[in-house]
């Protein structure tokens, strides 16, 4: 993401219980361990979307064959969420 110049270094991971009282307009599930497993988010009006995302963490080999996997997989979300704002909103 430093590349993209995005800084994520101070970014968590949270609860999903964090989120409960909060009525999403969209949720959408990344890969698809989670749209199978993942507990369900309680939400009037938000349209449920789901994307099996390239995982590069899957991805054995040399540096740069780890680091080329993690490019493919941002950029794949990049498209996706492109796509997302141009459809969606």
């Not at 890969?31 to 349209?47: F, G, Q, R, T, V």
Request: aromatic share 12%.
């Amino acid at each position: 993401m430093k590349e993209d110049e995005i800084d994520i270094s101070n970014h968590t991971s949270n609860h999903v219980d964090e989120y409960k009282d909060i009525d999403f307009d969209y949720i959408i599930t990344v890969c698809d361990h989670a749209n199978e497993n993942c507990p369900y988010i309680p939400s009037k009006n938000a349209l449920r979307l789901h994307h099996n995302f390239f995982d590069p963490s899957k991805v054995a080999g040399t540096d740069k064959e780890k680091h080329n996997a993690f490019l493919k997989a941002r950029n794949e979300i990049k498209d996706y969420i492109k796509n997302f704002i141009e459809q969606y909103l």
